[in-house]
């Protein structure tokens, strides 16, 4: 699983444009990896490394760079789970603890923090959506890689409290819960939405 990408292009370098079939390939087979299957091994500290540069280098109107990642190893996450446990306990559903599971299951969690800048001429619309094309870079890197990823929410992202156990400042959202790991099993195509409805040729 090594990743063997190249070095980060210089300001200004000519970059290639050529087709790529393997990307392609890739996107048409693509899939997430349900949380709860996802086992160690997680990404290596130098893997992890190269997916956080892959995940940066998406298109961000104005290069504010309106989001962040917070790494989640298997013990931080292990001590926010306890405390987002506690406080799911608190709110007495039990519903809200057993959704930690999938947070608690995979080796690695790494959320992507929507951090955008309310003194910027770029409407906080297109800064949440960079935020968003952060977290699939950040997915589909894992599995070019041969992990499994999944992106998911949960009431965690939606709570202030619970938001602020997971690292988030005051004006942050969470773009993604991005879970990494490795595959128990190979995950099974889902139902797909027919095109057809979807595309207006005008
Ligand atoms: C913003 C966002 C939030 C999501 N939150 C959750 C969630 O909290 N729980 C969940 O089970 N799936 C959630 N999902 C869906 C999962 O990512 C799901 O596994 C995904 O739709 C699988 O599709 P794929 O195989 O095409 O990647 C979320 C998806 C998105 C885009």
Redesign the pocket.
Known sequence: MTPNLPPPPQLGDPLPSAASPEVLRFLALR??TPALSLAEPAPSDAELDELLRLAARVPDHGKLAPWRFIVLDAAAKAAAVARLEAVAQAKGDQSLVAKLG?LRVPPLAVIVVSAPSAAASIPEWEQVLSAGAACTNLLYGALAMGYGA?????WYSYDAEAAAILGLASGERVA?VMLIGTPKEP?LE?DRPALAPLVTRA
């Open positions: 899939r997430s999938k999944n992106w998911i929410t949960d993604g995950p889902r």
